[in-house]
């Protein structure tokens, strides 16, 4: 083989994704005979619901398993639209709307249609593993804003004024977090929407991927609902991933200035041509029919929140607080450092959960904080007990 790199200098930029390399190292383990408790992958642990597995079938029945319009199924786009006017009072048409293999390969088609060589994005830390990742991929230049705990994990207005330069093109927002757990109120969104008034040339990714994982009423605002005048700017992004439990379908959406999503449509004209045709069916019964199975599982995360983070308090050397939804909790845990020789950052204590406690957890590093981890509490609660047991076992 020749000595010339082969690789495009992009690949050189990048890393794989965390969550989805720890996810996949406690399998193996498990499958090699480990009693693992896996709280690494954010991913529902319930079943999807059986009217959307219906729909799914009934469309196979009914031979819908051809390539569909490259923006997604008729239907589809309009249960989206008449979802986004539902709960979250925005009014889009049908042409502002594509479907797409996932939010995150929604996101992938946003900052390709996008960003230029050098174009900087603008990402709260703790954020989302994969946001500056894509953004390398696509040629973008993340700029981290970093948040601490005291703060709540949340961006405030003047942190947002001081990184805008001429070349932000785009700013992310993903509340509740990804995974911090934490919610930006009405409020404090209006104020990050007066100061993004004053600088035209930002775009916003509003990722609402978790809007019903969320404790308090009234629900989800988004910063377009705070501050309505950015609605031409700002690109949202959703998907039926977290909120019916299927991550495995693979469908999510953006909907936004038609501008922008026809470049999106281009660019996935050009990749995946469609998204997977019976799982668009399957989504339409999702978004249109009964939402008792979210109430439910929200239900559910919330009682495991309640407890996890109750018991955390508890162990000395992790500080953990309530957050506001989804189903993460993002300690610090610098006071366990030293617990043991060699523990000395996030990834070594994630290492020694693995290998003491046979539990997985995510390094907050891979979210941009290090000193903390990221715990996922989508498993059952008599997996969160003996969790518990094991850490406090341990500590
Ligand atoms: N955004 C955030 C914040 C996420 O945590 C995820 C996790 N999967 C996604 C987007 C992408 O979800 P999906 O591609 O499964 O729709
Ligand atoms: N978003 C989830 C997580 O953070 C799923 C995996 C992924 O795509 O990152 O664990």
Known sequence: MTTAPILAHRMSRIKPSATMAISA??????????????????????????????????????GYTKYTAVEGITPLKQAIVDKLARENHLIY????????????????NLFSALLNDGDEVIIPAPYWTSYPDMVLLTDGK???????????????????????????????????????????????????????????NVMIASDDIYEHQLWHTPPFVSIVNACPALYDRTIVINGISKTYAMTGWRIGYAAGPKLIIDAMKKAQSQS??????????????????????????????????????????KISGIQCFPSDGTFYTFPAICGLYNHEKGITNDLTLAD????????????????????????????????????????????
Request: glycine letters at 4%; proline letters at 5%.
């Open 25 to 62: 190292k406690a399998e193996r383990l498990r499958a090699a005979g480990k009693n693992i408790i896996n709280l690494s992958i954010g991913e529902p642990d319930f079943d999807t619901p059986d009217h959307i597995k219906k729909a799914a079938i009934a469309a196979i029945e009914a």
């Open 93 to 108: 048409q049908d042409n502002q709307v594509i479907v797409s293999c996932g939010a995150k390969h929604s996101l992938y």
């Open 142 to 200: 993340p700029v981290i804003v970093e948040t601490h705990l005291p703060q709540k994990f949340k961006m405030t207005p003047q942190q947002l004024e001081k990184v805008i330069t001429p070349k932000t093109k785009l700013l992310i927002l993903n509340s509740p977090s990804n995974p911090t757990g934490m919610a930006y109120t009405s409020s404090e969104l209006a104020a990050l929407g007066e100061v993004l008034l004053a600088h035209s």
């Open 272 to 313: 995946t041509s469609s998204p997977n045709s019976i799982a668009q069916y399957a989504a339409v019964a999702a978004l249109t029919g009964d939402q008792t199975c979210v109430r439910d599982m929200t239900v559910a995360y919330r009682a495991r929140h309640d407890y996890l983070i109750g018991e955390l308090q």
């Open 352 to 395: 020694y959960l693995l290998d003491k406690a046979e539990i997985a957890v995510v390094p907050g590093s891979a979210f941009g904080a290090q000193h903390h981890i990221r715990l996922c509490y989508t498993t059952s609660m008599e997996n969160l007990v003996e969790a518990v047991a094991r850490l406090k076992r341990l500590f």
